[in-house]
């Protein structure tokens, strides 16, 4: 039975994202998509080329509504200090992947594993946690709270001293640890690189 | 054809990595080296109870010799200040990591399965690195060049904050980038968290 009704992405993307879950990642095609939808593997096949297309796009979204939206938030407020609102950011950042790591293992693998090819899709979300870290980071040389210093390469270096606790490839560190001690330690040390002497 | 004289670890291991090197790690079994070595199957079993056993012997001997050896000789130096030689220690850590992946790509795969399972091997490694930038950190607080600190935990921070350097689970980022650009910026970042203020 085939449905004539147009589809949005975000229907398409519903469906793909319950039927990956429901058939894991290594077994679902576009055809069980489209069964999913009541529609043609054709109709499927013009939205995503591939299963690998159809995988990245899941991805996507999952990497902007579950991590861009809600860091974007915490780089907008205006409240209390910017090293505050960095650790804020920071703390949230990580907690989100270990709770998608902890929560829906066979998930977080397949977003570990596009992560790896999909070039493209990384670099504008990365580029857009930068943006984000920078806002915070700026505000916070402004205020004379941070040591004078481009904020973009400042936050560049910050998000890549703190891969251990965010990227997907460390996945297999995370549960054997108490969350908080090791990034801990990180933090002091960035946050004493960071802040003006007459600050700290 | 058997041979009947005693067998080194050393000869072992030799043996060992000519034939996953020639073999491929998938592909070689206990039984494989026993036969380049002309030893009865039986023997060597005594000496590595399975497959897992001679991949971690493998692994371990090559971060010994490799990895930890050279950078000891670094960490025992004297001459030049505490920054340069942290710089140093993690200069060679990290080229000599980026060089076996590149070099020996087979063998890095089997050496990245092995340090996510082989907890123990990889503890004790970690904890003579660990022990050595400390004793450069040490020195630095000694002489008034870096800040008072507890230094193995700033030789910790300093460690996990270079993981995506390092460590390889992040081997797929090294060969699509200038080796020396992102890490400058992490460097440049901790250095300034660890110098004293009347040194910077």
Chains 1, 2 share one sequence.
Do not use: C
Not at 61 to 80: F, M, N, Q, T, Y
Not at 106 to 129: C, G, K, N
Not at 132 to 142: P, S, T
């Amino acid at each position: 039975m085939t449905n004539d009704l147009p589809l949005s992405k975000e229907q398409i993307l519903d469906a793909a994202e319950q039927v990956l879950r429901r058939f894991g990642p290594d077994k679902t095609s576009v055809v069980d998509v489209a069964k999913v939808l009541g529609v043609s593997h054709g109709t499927l096949y013009r939205h995503f080329a591939s299963k690998a297309a159809l995988r990245e796009a899941v991805t996507e979204r999952w990497l902007h509504r579950s991590v861009a939206i809600p860091l974007e938030d915490i780089a907008a407020r205006k409240d209390g200090s910017a090293a505050d609102r960095l650790r804020l950011w920071l703390d949230t950042l990580i907690a989100g992947k270990r709770k998608f790591a902890a929560e829906d293992a066979e998930m977080f693998a397949m977003y570990a594993e596009v992560t790896l090819h999909a070039v493209e899709i990384i670099a504008s979300h990365v580029d857009r946690l930068m943006g984000q870290m920078a806002v915070i980071i700026e505000e916070g040389i402004i205020k004379g709270e941070f040591k004078p210093a481009s904020s973009i390469k400042t936050a560049n270096a910050i998000f890549m001293a703190t891969s251990r606790f965010h990227h997907p490839a460390h996945v297999a560190e995370w549960s054997s640890e108490h969350p908080n001690e090791p990034f801990e330690l990180v933090w002091e040390l960035l946050l004493s690189g960071i802040v003006s002497s007459h600050e700290s």
